[in-house]
């Protein structure tokens, strides 16, 4: 029997960034961010998967957005790929092509994040070994069809993880 190696990946969504009503503040919420890094420090991870709806509100305050940003910037300055998926809560509207609130991560300029705003498959090599990530943001049809059977890899030599949103 063949071994395949270990991947450590660490998978966190629906972090929704905001500053609540209730007595939650946007403090508390970077504070749960920020045990995310930690735990990818203490575990080394080879991954992070981000599973989308960064934010509440579809329109944050700038305070929230310049909070969230610093606080995503901590984790993908740990230099570990990082796959974000779009989730329903980061479009600008429920249409599925709309802008959306990911994008200021790009603007970060970490070569190691992916954003992963439309169906499409993203491959990473880790200590050697390929994983291939399927991902749905939201708002799009899961399924298999959708990612053109030409392009899904035969090889069972790699991991295929399959991320979406909704």
Do not use: W
């Amino acid at each position: 029997m063949k071994s395949f190696p270990y991947v450590k990946l660490i998978a966190y969504s629906d972090i929704h960034h905001h500053e609540y009503t209730n007595g939650v503040t946007e403090a508390d919420v970077v504070d749960i961010e920020h045990g995310i890094v930690e735990l990818v420090e203490s575990l080394e991870a080879d991954v992070i998967v981000f599973g989308g709806d960064r934010f509440q509100s579809r329109n944050p305050t700038d305070y929230v957005k310049y909070s969230a940003d610093k606080s995503f910037d901590e984790l993908a300055s740990l230099g570990k790929p990082i796959i974000a998926l779009v989730g329903n809560h980061d479009r600008s509207t429920k249409n599925n092509e709309s802008h959306h609130s990911l994008k200021s991560i790009e603007l970060l300029g970490h070569k190691n994040v992916i954003i992963a705003d439309k169906i499409e498959i993203h491959k990473l090599n880790i200590r050697g070994f390929t994983v291939e990530f399927y991902c749905i943001p939201a708002g799009h049809v899961p399924s298999m069809e959708a990612f053109g059977s030409e392009r899904i890899t035969r090889d069972e030599n790699c991991y295929k993880i399959c991320l979406f949103h909704d």
